[in-house]
């Protein structure tokens, strides 16, 4: 069996809305991902995707349970955490005013990438995304296909093993995110970890080995693909997808209890 | 070794980015350099055109009036010469050309603008009239009769100007000046022939004789701006980085790409504000030669008695000095950057923060502030006189380094909370659907309740300082408590449809909450009081710092019940209404509940306008709000309010002044304060919703 990179357990985010008082945006959520495996969060907006990742970036603090990325506990050494991976998000823009190349030696540098290797990487990273012909040119005057290779060049800037990336075709042209789909494919060919959140049915379907479909900060089921059709009777993953949301809110028992079951099992899992 | 770092790499790039921004190196480092020359250029152009028209211009005057032949004689006895010599600091002002001419209307002729000015020459006889007609509308003091002096044939003269324009002003006072100097002439000369027996300018010598020495008064002139100044292009150089920082990051998105990345928050944060230095500082110094350069070049004036002496070791002084406050500065425009969410919301903050931060420098302006004082402990402020004291050569060590330590600590404390801007989801991410703004009503409110607060405190200040009428008790207590606070109140319940007995906690309470409250309100009032005692020990405050905390207001004409029901019932009530009802529940989620009474209190004292009531009002208020928060009721607020003020106007009305007790009396009350306190810890029933402590 390959290596266990990411555990979450029991992992919580609860913030302070002056309207409405305590707001429990993810309510302790178990799953965990592998080496070479793309991770799906599948979940409409506002369902906790993103909060649920930018704990697991470190960006936010959990407000209970925990997440460990290889090895480490984002609340005890968020810095190894995020030396370990890479965060892709249609929000995290590039800076204007540094060229590509620039770009990727900046994030390479600052996550601590061994110092004489860093020249290296720029450019194995510009050959490999393509970038070679615009590499000097500042971002600010690239197109947005351009900036995307860009942004992916400096996630990977530092080679880390872990790959998270938050509704990343949000945004984007067809082609453009075909483009992005196959890059991913690629990564994980390589043997990186990816997170991937979306809420698009086909980008799951395609891409994922296994799927979380997260409905209000819960975790309502979490299987491949395969598995799901099986439990549900369902081919598609929209039907599928329907049909938890629906009983999540119904409140009936036969999804909660296989992910009670998962969850104790890698409580004990950590325990040993 | 550092540009290796992770905040050197940051640093690096940071300011490479800049470098790379035109716009901004154009606006904070450019335009700024050329705006001081072009300013000086244009003002000292000026000023020379001026004088230069003036010296061409023949301004028109008039004399009138019975005596007016003799005014011109005495006109006429002025000589330029001697009078340059009297006075060697005018002797290069412009020597201006009047020339008399005929007038039958001078008055109309002034107001037509074809004349400068008029003398008028009365008679001595008549101005004496006119001033005690004018003495018996005012006074009824005896205008004491003169002796008669109808033999000296002196006129008096009315010199009439206008001094809303500018010619008629500057010939008049140049008339003005040539007036005094005959006078003075003739003084001496009718002296000399009444045979005075020594020259009359040998009377009554007064020669003064400054023992400072010619740099420390140049000191003492620019101690007072120095730390202003310095401030100012920190501030204006550093602000546009600052708003760039972060707010400019998170507008364009690329704070989250920093924040994933393994550079500690630390590391990020310590990069920009090195930045932030770097560029306010640079632009600090480039300023300042720019200065000296025009000061050197004399297109600034400089007076000749200007000298500065100064020696490495107080020129090191000021840099230190300047270190805390170029962090102060820098840390505080990087917090504004972390709370703002956009650039535009950047220069919203950045006005009022701007004046905040320079309020303070201005406190070595004040004459008789000395280092050795409460002043001390106020960040900048402390800088700004520990600087005048430097250049004045008089200062202490230890009060140097205490204010140094105590604004270094301002800063630290502002880098922090930067730090922790980082780390809260609101303001990391652009805002996305805000629900308060959607249900309105009850759920806008905590947000709101600033504004209205601000609203009655600027009312108040208004009534306060621009009625006359309102400066008696009554109708100032009725307008404050009645009107404002209590209408205040209503008005936020009625608007915002706020669930009143919520809003108010009009909750019942044990019985024994009301044994605490009639032996604590008496007894935490004198423990207050040994406060005020204590810290007057350590910084000398006015004597009339202490009163405030004992004494109220007490008008000896209103009967003992009026001013009971004035000053002790109604405050009771309509304050606690205000404060610890409506302003404690609209902030009780917002801060946490040490905070929230601080805050309550220093807005509660806020509102008492007058500085030496705002110490005693606010601990009051803080004192208030913990009750609140621990009985979970108003009422108990109310009632302890309102024999605090009892107390006070007890103790006035039996003549027992309670900044005099014995010590044991003091003591006896911090014992039944502190007993108290523990009771109502005991049985509390905390007030409901409070914010948590953060997980």
């Known amino acids: 069996m390959s290596e266990v990179r990411v555990r979450v357990t029991g992992l919580a985010k609860s913030f302070f809305d002056e309207g409405r008082g305590e707001v429990l945006a993810v309510r302790g959520i178990h799953f965990d991902c592998q080496e070479g495996e793309i991770f799906g969060l599948l979940g409409a907006n506002g369902a906790g995707k993103t909060t649920t990742l930018r704990m697991l970036s470190t960006i936010l603090e959990p407000s209970a349970g925990h997440a460990v990325l290889m090895g480490h506990d984002v609340r005890e050494a968020p810095e190894l955490v995020r030396r370990s991976l890479g965060f892709y998000s249609a929000s995290t823009a590039l800076y204007p005013r540094l060229t590509a190349r620039e770009t990727i030696e900046f994030f390479a540098r600052i996550n601590r990438y061994p110092r004489d290797q860093v020249a290296n990487r720029v450019e194995t990273l510009i050959e490999r995304f393509g970038i070679t012909e615009f590499a000097d040119a500042r971002v600010d005057k690239l197109s947005s296909g351009m900036k995307q290779k860009v942004s992916l060049a400096r996630t990977m800037a530092h080679d880390p093993p872990i790959l998270i990336f938050d509704e990343p075709t949000v945004g984007l042209d067809v082609l453009n995110a075909l483009e992005l789909q196959k890059m991913i494919q690629e990564l994980r060919a390589e043997g990186k970890t990816i997170i991937f959140s979306t809420h698009i049915m086909s980008e799951a379907e395609r891409l994922c080995d296994r799927i979380a479909i997260i409905h209000r900060g819960e975790i309502l089921t979490c299987d491949t693909l395969d598995g799901l059709r099986e439990s549900t009777g369902c081919h598609y993953l929209e039907d599928i997808f329907v049909r938890y949301v629906r009983a999540g809110e119904d409140g009936e028992p036969m999804v909660a209890a296989d992910d009670q079951a998962d969850a104790t099992e890698d409580r004990s899992m950590k325990d040993q | ?695």
């Open chain 2, 1 to 695: 070794m550092f540009f290796g770092s992770v905040l050197g790499t940051l640093f690096r790039f940071e300011l490479k980015m800049l470098l790379r921004d035109k716009r901004t190196i154009i606006v904070s480092i450019v335009l700024p350099i050329l705006v001081m020359p072009l300013l000086l250029f244009s003002s000292s152009m000026t000023e020379r055109s001026r004088e230069e028209r003036q010296e061409a211009k023949v301004f028109r005057y008039a004399v009138v009036g019975a005596e007016a032949a003799l005014a011109r004689q005495v006109i006429a006895s002025y000589v330029p010469e001697a009078a340059a010599e009297d006075d060697a600091e005018d002797s290069d002002a412009v020597e201006l050309k009047l020339e008399e001419v005929e007038s039958t209307d001078p008055q109309a002729e002034l107001e037509a603008q074809t004349l400068h000015f008029f003398v008028e020459a009365l008679a001595p006889g008549v101005w004496l009239a006119e001033q005690a007609e004018e003495a018996k509308d005012e006074a009824p003091v005896a205008v004491t009769e003169r002796p008669d002096k109808e033999e000296i044939p002196l006129p008096l003269l009315r010199l009439v100007y206008r001094a809303n324009w500018d010619d008629s002003e500057t010939a008049s006072s140049e008339m003005r000046y040539r007036l005094r100097s005959a006078r003075s002439d003739l003084r001496e000369l009718a002296l000399e022939e009444s045979g005075f027996p020594v020259a009359a300018g040998d009377v009554a010598v007064i020669e003064p004789n400054d023992l400072a020495t010619a740099s420390q008064r140049t000191g003492a002139t620019v101690g007072r701006f120095a730390t202003l100044f310095v401030l100012l292009f920190l501030l204006t150089g550093g602000s546009v980085v600052a708003a760039d920082a972060i707010a400019g990051e998170k507008e364009r998105g690329t704070l989250e790409t920093v924040l994933t990345t393994a550079a500690s928050r630390r590391d990020i944060v310590g990069a920009k504000l090195l930045l932030i230095l770097a560029v306010g500082i640079g632009i600090t110094v480039i300023q300042i030669l720019n200065l000296l350069l025009y000061v050197g070049l004399d297109l600034i004036p400089v007076p000749d008695s200007f000298a500065v002496d100064l020696s490495a070791g107080t020129v090191f002084m000021l840099l230190l000095l300047f270190l805390p406050l170029a962090a102060i500065a820098g840390s505080v425009l990087l917090l504004v950057s972390g709370y703002a969410k956009t650039y535009k919301e950047f220069q919203l903050y950045f006005f009022p923060v701007f004046i905040l931060l320079l309020a303070p420098a201005l406190a070595s302006m004040l004459p008789a502030v000395e280092l050795r004082s409460a002043i001390v402990l106020v960040p900048i402020a402390n800088l700004s006189v520990a600087v005048r004291s430097i250049l004045v050569g008089q200062f202490d060590l230890l009060f140097l380094a205490i204010a140094w330590l105590v604004s270094m600590a301002a800063a630290v404390f502002a880098g922090r909370a930067t730090l922790r801007s980082l780390s809260t989801e609101r303001l990391i991410t652009a805002s996305e659907l805000d629900r308060a703004d959607l249900e309105g009503g009850a759920a806008l409110f905590p947000r709101h309740a600033w504004r209205w607060f601000l609203g009655m405190w600027v009312i108040m200040l208004l009534v306060a300082t621009n009625l006359e009428s309102m400066q008696g008790l009554r109708p100032q207590i009725f307008f404050n408590l009645i009107g404002l606070f209590l209408g205040g109140s209503l008005l936020m319940i009625w608007r915002y449809e706020l669930p009143i007995r919520e809003v108010l906690a009009l909750r019942p309470v044990k019985p024994v909450v009301w044994l605490a409250v009639i032996l604590g309100a008496p007894a935490c009032h004198l423990a207050m009081i040994t406060v005020a005692k204590i810290s007057a020990m350590l910084f000398p405050v006015p004597e009339r710092m202490l009163e405030g905390f004992s004494n109220l207001l007490m008008p000896a004409e209103l009967p003992f019940w009026e001013v009971l029901l004035l000053v002790s019932v109604l405050p009771g009530i309509c304050e606690e209404i205000a404060f610890r009802g409506v302003l404690l529940h609209a902030l009780r989620q917002r801060f946490r509940p040490l905070a929230l009474c601080l805050i309550v209190g220093v807005v509660f004292g806020m509102f008492h306008i007058s500085l030496i009531r705002l110490l005693p009002t606010a601990v009051l208020g803080v004192v208030m709000a913990a009750l609140t928060l621990v009985t979970g009721s108003i009422f108990p607020a109310m009632v302890w309010h309102a024999l605090n003020n009892a107390t006070a106007i007890a103790s006035g009305y039996a003549g027992l002044p309670l900044t005099e007790l014995e010590p044991w009396a003091y003591a006896a009350a911090w014992l039944v304060f502190g007993l108290v306190s523990f009771l109502l810890w005991r049985h509390r029933s905390v007030y409901p919703g409070l914010r948590r402590p953060a997980p």
